[in-house]
């Protein structure tokens, strides 16, 4: 007997038909998971597999199924088509691989899985259960594993670095590492921050502003960003923009404690002491930190500027329990007595370190270089790249010259900068020349001079001279060396600047260079004469290990070809 068949078409409107798509066998799969009905769910699937074998979601639910039944190997099978086959960027499949290969204690494998892993995923899902299971790995290899990099922390090794290299005050090469982050990463905002940070200790404020301002645009009520926004608008001096950022920071109560450090440091410098006291009051009670010198400081600076003086008395009189080897919380307790005395509480700094002025009350103590607590603070640093680009031409000279007593590889970087920049005094550059060359910086170095760039080279003089021979050289070296290493590179400048004026007026009738001693102390003797410095001609010819009436001679030739006879310090450089 033959079968009515019923057609598609034939059925009545109100008969919902079953759509057998992969949706509908993935549905029934997650049905039966929630039953424990794994067999059925692994069926299911498969099912999804086959209506749509191009998707990975599909085989990487059936590779999950196969490792909750205990096949580990048919999951990693799985897995390992969908990485070959399928989708390549679907590096979760490794942790799940790692995971199976633990299971079957292949640990080995489960390694070389795992750091696949972490070389390859940049979401950074499983980065916390990855690092779990990594450690036990290597407890059961008994070794550390080759991880080169993780990729879901990519730039935060370097910003690491950076930000140490910020701390301990050697900002250029943070910008340099910062720059890069950024450039890899737009959306790194921490990065972002230091960076912007990073230009202001370099006195690169226009780089600074725009620094912040796309930290801003990407988030506008970013904590760091506001605080160093304020910063920078201070320092501006745009009272307008300021005291609007100054009221939405007063009322910001954060909960974090990075936030809350933050916020409290940024408000002192602000000059709202009483709210910077607030924060570091709160700080004081975090478990965390409240063992921590620097925080005693910053309360004891906001408590004392903020009027609140039994308290600040307090917190550094605990100071000197916690920190007993530093001088800070005494100096500023005696502070504090001699303030009380006179009536007068003028504001203190809250950095945590004696004011630089009392560091340097004994200049001679530095001839041969500053101590680390002075070479490496990086308020020390910061003041002096800031001075270097903003302050005046005295305030400049100083600052190259500090700069020669830390040198570093930052300060050879500053001056190199420095010398580039078109603006600046001609003099300060020939200044910040010797500076290099006291550094060991061999080998032409561009100058900006006269609106062209120049090469010059910092071992050598500079002078109009068609030659220069190795016997002219000998005796400014000689002079040079002789007066000993000296903080005022005015007197090394004069040297040099002198014996060229004295050879370019004679050129080339100059006289034989025999007797290079005698023509060294006439150099050292003429430029202390006008520097006003007390010297001899017996001091200066014992110096050099000649008679004083050769010291004598050769300096009254001297005087007489440079007319040196009243002339002063002031006639060669700018003061």
């Given at each position: 007997?033959?079968?009515?068949?019923?057609?598609?078409?034939?059925?009545?409107?109100?008969?919902?038909?079953?759509?057998?798509?992969?949706?509908?066998?993935?549905?029934?799969?997650?049905?039966?998971?929630d039953r424990n009905r794994y067999d059925k769910a692994l069926k299911y699937f498969r099912k999804a597999v086959e209506y749509e074998p191009g998707n990975p979601v599909n085989h990487c639910n059936m590779a999950g199924i196969l490792s909750e039944m205990g096949d580990y190997e048919a999951s990693?099978?799985?897995?390992?088509?969908?990485?070959?086959?399928?989708?390549?960027?679907?590096?979760?499949?490794?942790?799940?691989?790692?995971?199976?290969?633990?299971?079957?204690?292949?640990?080995?494998?489960?390694?070389?899985?795992?750091?696949?892993?972490?070389?390859?995923?940049?979401?950074?899902?499983?980065?916390?259960?990855?690092?779990?299971?990594?450690?036990?790995?290597?407890?059961?290899?008994?070794?550390?594993?080759?991880?080169?990099?993780?990729?879901?922390?990519?730039?935060?090794?370097?910003?690491?670095?950076?930000?140490?290299?910020?701390?301990?005050?050697?900002?250029?090469?943070?910008?340099?590492?910062?720059?890069?982050?950024?450039?890899?990463?737009?959306?790194?905002?921490?990065?972002?921050?230091?960076?912007?940070?990073?230009?202001?200790?370099?006195?690169?404020?226009?780089?600074?502003?725009?620094?912040?301002?796309?930290?801003?645009?990407?988030?506008?009520?970013?904590?760091?960003?506001?605080?160093?926004?304020?910063?920078?608008?201070?320092?501006?001096?745009?009272?307008?923009?300021?005291?609007?950022?100054?009221?939405l920071l007063r009322i910001v109560v954060p909960f974090h404690q990075e936030h809350l450090f933050k916020l409290a440091t940024t408000m002192g410098i602000l000059g709202e002491h009483a709210t910077a006291y607030v924060h570091f009051r709160r700080l004081l009670q975090d478990h965390e930190v409240?063992?921590?010198?620097?925080?005693?400081?910053?309360?004891?600076?906001?408590?004392?500027?903020?009027?609140?003086?039994?308290?600040?008395?307090?917190?550094?009189?605990?100071?000197?329990?916690?920190?007993?080897?530093?001088?800070?919380?005494?100096?500023?307790?005696?502070?504090?007595?001699?303030?009380?005395?006179?009536?007068?509480?003028?504001?203190?700094?809250?950095?945590?370190?004696?004011?630089?002025?009392?560091?340097?009350?004994?200049?001679?103590?530095?001839?041969?270089?500053?101590?680390?607590?002075?070479?490496?603070?990086?308020?020390?640093r910061s003041s002096f790249f800031w001075a270097l680009r903003h302050g005046d031409s005295r305030t400049k000279l100083q600052v190259i010259q500090a700069l020669g007593l830390i040198a570093d590889q930052e300060v050879e970087e500053a001056l190199l900068a420095f010398l580039l920049v078109p603006?600046?005094?001609?003099?300060?550059?020939?200044?910040?020349?010797?500076?290099?060359?006291?550094?060991?910086?061999?080998?032409?170095?561009?100058?900006?001079?006269?609106?062209?760039?120049?090469?010059?080279?910092?071992?050598?003089?500079?002078?109009?001279?068609?030659?220069?021979?190795?016997?002219?050289?000998?005796?400014?070296?000689?002079?040079?060396?002789?007066?000993?290493?000296?903080?005022?590179?005015?007197?090394?400048?004069?040297?040099?600047?002198?014996?060229?004026?004295?050879?370019?007026?004679?050129?080339?009738?100059?006289?034989?260079?025999?007797?290079?001693?005698?023509?060294?102390?006439?150099?050292?003797?003429?430029?202390?004469?006008?520097?006003?410095?007390?010297?001899?001609?017996?001091?200066?010819?014992?110096?050099?290990?000649?008679?004083?009436?050769?010291?004598?001679?050769?300096?009254?030739?001297?005087?007489?070809?440079?007319?040196?006879?009243?002339?002063?310090?002031?006639?060669?450089?700018?003061?």
């Amino acid at each position: 007997m033959k079968k009515n068949r019923i057609r598609m078409e034939d059925m009545p409107a109100n008969v919902l038909r079953l759509s057998m798509d992969a949706n509908f066998f993935f549905e029934r799969a997650v049905y039966s998971l929630d039953r424990n009905r794994y067999d059925k769910a692994l069926k299911y699937f498969r099912k999804a597999v086959e209506y749509e074998p191009g998707n990975p979601v599909n085989h990487c639910n059936m590779a999950g199924i196969l490792s909750e039944m205990g096949d580990y190997e048919a999951s990693n099978a799985v897995l390992s088509a969908i990485l070959q086959d399928i989708d390549p960027s679907m590096t979760e499949c490794y942790f799940y691989m790692a995971n199976n290969y633990a299971n079957m204690e292949q640990f080995e494998a489960a390694e070389e899985a795992l750091i696949m892993y972490l070389q390859e995923d940049a979401g950074g899902q499983f980065l916390a259960e990855a690092e779990e299971m990594m450690e036990l790995l290597q407890y059961e290899l008994g070794r550390p594993a080759q991880l080169k990099s993780i990729k879901a922390r990519e730039g935060m090794i370097e910003h690491e670095l950076a930000r140490e290299w910020l701390e301990e005050g050697k900002f250029a090469q943070a910008v340099k590492q910062l720059e890069e982050i950024v450039a890899k990463d737009p959306d790194f905002l921490a990065a972002r921050n230091n960076l912007a940070l990073g230009y202001y200790y370099l006195g690169l404020f226009p780089q600074a502003m725009e620094a912040i301002e796309e930290v801003l645009k990407r988030d506008a009520g970013n904590l760091h960003g506001l605080c160093n926004l304020a910063i920078f608008l201070q320092r501006e001096g745009n009272t307008a923009a300021l005291d609007k950022l100054r009221g939405l920071l007063r009322i910001v109560v954060p909960f974090h404690q990075e936030h809350l450090f933050k916020l409290a440091t940024t408000m002192g410098i602000l000059g709202e002491h009483a709210t910077a006291y607030v924060h570091f009051r709160r700080l004081l009670q975090d478990h965390e930190v409240n063992r921590d010198p620097v925080l005693y400081h910053y309360a004891a600076a906001a408590a004392y500027n903020s009027g609140r003086y039994p308290a600040a008395r307090a917190l550094w009189q605990q100071l000197v329990k916690l920190d007993p080897g530093s001088d800070i919380a005494s100096f500023y307790l005696n502070r504090m007595d001699d303030a009380g005395r006179q009536g007068e509480y003028p504001s203190i700094n809250y950095h945590y370190n004696l004011p630089f002025e009392e560091q340097l009350k004994h200049p001679e103590k530095w001839k041969n270089g500053f101590p680390p607590e002075i070479r490496d603070n990086p308020l020390i640093r910061s003041s002096f790249f800031w001075a270097l680009r903003h302050g005046d031409s005295r305030t400049k000279l100083q600052v190259i010259q500090a700069l020669g007593l830390i040198a570093d590889q930052e300060v050879e970087e500053a001056l190199l900068a420095f010398l580039l920049v078109p603006e600046e005094d001609e003099y300060l550059k020939d200044i910040a020349v010797l500076v290099l060359r006291s550094l060991g910086v061999k080998g032409p170095v561009p100058v900006r001079k006269g609106g062209a760039t120049i090469m010059v080279d910092p071992g050598k003089i500079g002078s109009g001279l068609p030659v220069w021979r190795s016997e002219w050289q000998a005796v400014v070296d000689l002079a040079v060396k002789r007066i000993g290493k000296t903080t005022d590179l005015r007197l090394r400048h004069n040297i040099e600047t002198l014996w060229v004026d004295f050879l370019t007026r004679l050129y080339p009738d100059i006289p034989a260079m025999a007797h290079i001693e005698g023509w060294a102390a006439a150099l050292d003797y003429l430029t202390a004469k006008m520097h006003r410095k007390s010297l001899t001609y017996e001091e200066v010819a014992k110096r050099y290990g000649i008679s004083p009436s050769t010291a004598s001679r050769y300096a009254r030739r001297m005087s007489q070809v440079c007319n040196v006879q009243g002339r002063d310090d002031t006639f060669l450089f700018v003061q």
